[in-house]
């Protein structure tokens, strides 16, 4: 059975209030909270962006599922000793139930420590370079390490879990599942067409193969977007005015300032979010559009409603969608 679980948006909401939305979320179904990793918002709009590692610490102690960042740059913000030495802290206070979740960074969050922005490829080879330290770390020896981006001095972590955290890892692309299939422990992605995500799946499953993993029992984790409410109407202001970011057709991890972004929201139309989000009053739709995934092979799907309106939206949800899926 898929697990369905709650997206704690810390763009969004101040991060007391979410401890209580992730309790109810638990309560009403959802299994397991993936909570974002800002250091700003997208939009100025948004308001928020409370440091993650401290809120899933809080989160943790409220509910019962599992958590995890989905997802931290272990890059430029945090070097990667200190993304391991989090995780391994975490994993050791919540047995069994902490995931690290990374990814190769945006702007928004990473260009704040100045420095040259690389491109894409460059960011992606940092990324599994800092995978490659994190997993040396992992294993409890003292650790050095010189590689093309990172210098490390002999260490070693002193707090350790009897097994490591989880690595998955947050890709769109094939190159990079491919690598995650190889390298990691489960691959995390948003919503996509249907052939797209084929594709993925597909790089990542010859990854895995070829390290003598067996693919089928690796986590595929979706993150998806959607807006519900009461009205249509409803449903598509909250989705303007909360999350136009959704509706931006074009990659947005060279972007750095909130306010960028709320310039580009002025040109977001209701029709841009077209293939790319459900926005319906329709319970039943969304459960149409959950159940697509699953039969896609996503295990493991983390729900973000963009609206103000979290507790109606889990209630909701929690009584008319999530017991429907299968």
């Known amino acids: 059975m898929a697990q369905i679980g709650y997206a704690a948006m810390l763009e969004q909401f101040p991060p007391r209030d979410l401890v209580g939305f992730c309790e109810k979320a638990e309560a009403a179904g959802f299994s397991g909270v993936m909570a974002a990793d800002h250091v700003q918002p997208w939009t100025p709009q948004q308001g928020n962006a409370a440091f993650v590692w401290s809120f899933m610490t ?38 069994n139930r902490f995931w690290l979740g990374l990814g190769s960074g945006e702007a928004l969050n990473e260009h704040i420590v100045a420095g040259y922005w690389p491109e894409v490829a460059e960011r992606i080879n940092r990324m599994f370079e800092s995978i490659e330290i994190i997993r040396k770390l992992f294993s409890g020896k003292d650790v ?93 202001q909250n989705a303007l005015t909360e999350w136009p970011n959704g509706g931006m057709k074009f990659a947005k991890a060279d972007i750095r300032s909130p306010n960028d972004f709320a310039q580009m929201a002025k040109l977001v139309r209701p029709e841009d979010f077209q293939g790319r989000m459900l926005i319906s009053s329709d319970p039943d739709s969304h459960r149409r559009e959950i159940q697509k995934f699953i039969d896609l092979g996503f295990n493991r799907v983390y729900l973000h409603n963009v609206g103000r309106n979290q507790l109606e939206w889990i209630d909701v949800f929690g009584r008319q969608v999530l017991p429907k899926l299968h």
């Not at 210098?151 to 094939?174: H, S």
């Not at 089928?216 to 984790?221: A, C, E, F, Q, W």
């Open 58 to 95: 809080a989160a943790a102690e409220h509910t019962k599922g599992d958590i995890g960042p989905g997802v931290t740059c272990p890059s430029f913000r945090s070097h990667p000793a200190i993304i391991a030495q989090a995780a391994a802290t975490m994993a050791v206070m919540y047995p």
């Open 144 to 236: 050095k390490h010189a590689g093309d981006y990172y210098k490390m001095e002999t260490m070693r972590l002193w707090t350790l879990p009897e097994q490591p955290p989880p690595i998955y890892v947050a890709t769109a692309g094939p190159v990079t599942a491919e690598k995650t299939g190889r390298f990691c422990d489960g691959l995390i992605t948003v919503g996509a067409p249907e052939e797209k995500i084929e594709g993925v799946f597909q790089r990542f499953e010859k990854g895995a193969r070829e390290a003598g993993k067996d693919p089928s029992t690796m986590p595929r984790i979706l993150q998806l977007h959607l807006s519900w409410a009461r009205t249509d109407e409803e449903a598509m």
